[in-house]
């Protein structure tokens, strides 16, 4: 019997990835910190913690505390700044053989069309991935990834400022994130990262005091899954651009779950905390089903689901 | 280094009310901790508790390493329960320890509460050079590894919130009553501490008006314990430093309160 090699190459857009497992932003560090426990080389990408023009110092702790099956986090996007980040940090990445995404967030418009043009002009960045979802920020802020009005405005001023693959990051916590993915589509994105954290707060009821400083933060991990996958369906069906999905990926089971919702990739999060090789189990498990299931070729996972 | 490695539970045996020591045995070879690292401990196999909780090593032998660990919450409820023979998940050690002691310099080693846990590790690894010991409690039930410091003949002075056993007040108010006392000598000593932030807090000032230098373990929550996620950092002179790895042992002259 012919055994034939099953193909886990998966394109977004521009960008080909050797295999669709990724790393979400801001849970694996700069790559650095987890280069002990898995080989970057077999990673399909690392997208590295959100990067700004100036560095950031983020909020006071405590910044995270666990919630069933998930866990909160107001980090701030606490990070060192882009030029530091080419400095200190690149060149480790360059080394290994795989997609480098950086990601990054303004400001304000201009602020993310300037740290855009700064980040094309280096070797050894393959793509952009746009942050306008964080929980932790300002009012202000977060029109950038609820209001389609700004996103439209603030993705058209980063597209005209880079060649790069442009991945725009969008939130959870809109009613409608068809009419988000539109909009991010609509202003040049190459493709959509699906989801970032959804808005939370936890109180210790016997010092009636919010566990984080902040009050309110992001829910990640397990307990987010089903919304995410629900949300990667609806922008398939709605955006012709790929999608990487995200939101409590923990096992292979997961990560096949989101591409059959439509994501051409995915990204691993809160998982590197529970297990740093959690990234390689779950590339060694897409393997495994492939192979049990007759399936040679991950795309044709993309979007399956029948309903 | 640190590695990802399953450990065998040997013995899990209440000591005081709520307090517990663990003693593993690595299924794998691991790398030896130093006094002030931790290991990062799962207690469960499923999604819940989701994350692994932060613990100083609190003694070392050639086979096993031990933990001593208050029940405080969720995954410390589930970790009284297990039994000899279960199996976790640990990873570790994590995080710089005490900085080696010098040679002529005479440690100061002080404790409040479970903070005792990495200084008993580093006053093993020091006793020759027969360290003073300051151990603090709220009260006398909850003064823990007296025993345990007199068999490696260290005696330490005891301070309880209550008055209940040693001192009425806090181990840092016998600290600062000894070096008041001693204060021609106190240029020859150097202080290893871990308790509660508020203490490491008042011990720096201590350590500053005495001029003495000073080391405090610190906690925070954490999610990775490898410097990834940015959720445990503290602010110090040089910036925020993550205690996971850049800790959690920081010279206390250099945070800012
Ligand atoms: C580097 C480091 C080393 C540590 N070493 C030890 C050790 O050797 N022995 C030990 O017993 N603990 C140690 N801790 C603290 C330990 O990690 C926590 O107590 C544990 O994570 C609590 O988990 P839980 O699920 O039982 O409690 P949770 O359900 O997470 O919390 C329950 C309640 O306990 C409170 N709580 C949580 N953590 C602490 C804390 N550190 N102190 C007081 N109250 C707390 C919370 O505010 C909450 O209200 C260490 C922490 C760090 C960061
Ligand atoms: C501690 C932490 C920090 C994060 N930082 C960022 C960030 O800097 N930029 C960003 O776009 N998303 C950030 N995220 C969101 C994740 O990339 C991801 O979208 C989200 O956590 C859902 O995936 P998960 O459930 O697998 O963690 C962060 C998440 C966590 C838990
Ligand atoms: S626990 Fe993640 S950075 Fe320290």
């Not at chain 2, 899990?12 to 709520?18: D, L, Q, V």
């Not at chain 2, 001593?68 to 570790?92: H, M, P, Q, S």
Request: aromatic share 6%; charged share 20%; with cysteine.
């Amino acid at each position: 019997m012919v055994r034939l090699k099953s193909n886990l190459s998966v394109n977004i857009g521009k960008l080909k990835l050797k295999n669709p497992v990724m790393t979400a932003s801001g849970t694996f560090g700069y790559g650095e910190e987890y280069a002990g426990f898995v080989d970057l080389n077999k990673l399909g990408a690392v997208v590295v913690k959100g990067l700004s023009l100036n560095p950031s110092r983020g909020n006071p702790t405590p910044r995270i505390v666990e919630t069933p099956s998930g866990m909160l986090n107001a980090i701030g996007l606490q990070n060192i700044g882009i030029k530091a980040f080419i400095k200190d940090k690149l060149p480790f990445l360059k080394k290994y053989d795989t997609k480098v995404v950086v990601n990054f967030f303004g400001n304000a418009v201009k602020e993310y069309a300037e740290a855009a043009r700064r980040l094309s002009g280096e070797s050894g960045i393959h793509a952009l991935e746009m942050n306008i979802s964080c929980p932790n920020k300002q009012a202000g802020w977060i029109a950038f990834g609820t209001d389609p009005k700004v996103t439209f405005k603030v993705v058209s001023a980063v597209r005209k400022a880079t060649p790069l693959p442009l991945i725009v990051k969008l939130s959870p916590n809109v009613t409608d994130i068809k009419i988000m993915a539109k909009a991010a589509e609509d202003a040049g994105a190459d493709a959509l990262s699906v989801i970032n954290t959804i808005t939370g707060m936890s109180i210790n009821i016997k010092t009636r005091r919010p566990h984080l400083a902040n009050i309110t933060g992001g829910l990640s991990g397990p307990a987010i899954k089903p919304v995410a996958v629900r949300m990667v369906w609806e922008c398939y069906k709605t955006a012709s651009i790929p999608i990487i999905g995200m939101g409590g990926i923990i096992t292979a089971d997961d990560a096949i779950e989101f591409m059959l919702a439509g994501a051409a990739a995915v990204a691993v999060g809160t998982a590197n905390f529970i297990n740093p090789k959690a990234t390689m189990d779950i590339l060694k498990g897409i393997t495994a089903f492939m192979s049990k299931e007759g399936i040679n070729d991950v795309k044709r996972l993309i979007g399956g689901v029948e309903c | 280094m640190s590695k990802l490695f399953l450990a065998s539970i040997k013995e899990n045996k209440e000591i005081a009310g709520s307090h517990y020591i663990l003693t593993l045995s690595p299924l794998t070879k691991t790398i030896k901790p130093q006094p002030g690292q931790f290991f990062m401990l799962s207690v469960s196999n499923g999604l819940d508790p989701l994350l692994k909780r932060p613990f100083s090593i609190f003694r070392v032998s050639e086979k096993h390493f031990q933990i001593l660990y208050r029940v405080v919450g969720k995954a410390t409820e589930i970790l009284k329960n297990k039994k000899a023979g279960d199996v976790i998940e640990a990873l570790g050690p994590l995080g710089n320890g005490f900085p080696r002691i010098k040679p002529n310099i005479k440690p100061i080693l002080i404790a409040g509460g479970v903070g005792v846990a990495p200084l008993f590790a580093l006053a093993e690894s020091v006793k020759y050079k027969k360290p003073l010991f300051f151990l603090g409690a709220r009260n006398k039930k909850e003064l823990l590894c007296i025993n345990e410091l007199r068999k490696i003949r260290i005696n330490p002075v005891i301070a309880t919130d209550d008055g209940s056993a040693g001192l009425k007040g806090t181990v840092v108010d016998a600290l600062s009553a000894f070096l008041t006392r001693h204060s021609s000598l106190v240029t020859r000593h150097c202080i290893y501490a871990c308790g509660p932030k508020a203490m490491l807090r008042e011990l720096s000032f201590l350590a500053g008006k005495f001029n003495i230098e000073a080391y405090g373990a610190f906690e925070e929550n954490m999610a990775c314990g490898v410097g990834a996620c940015l959720g445990c950092m503290v602010n110090t002179k040089d910036g925020l430093r993550s205690v996971c790895k850049e800790g959690p042992v920081f010279p206390l002259g250099e945070i800012l309160w």
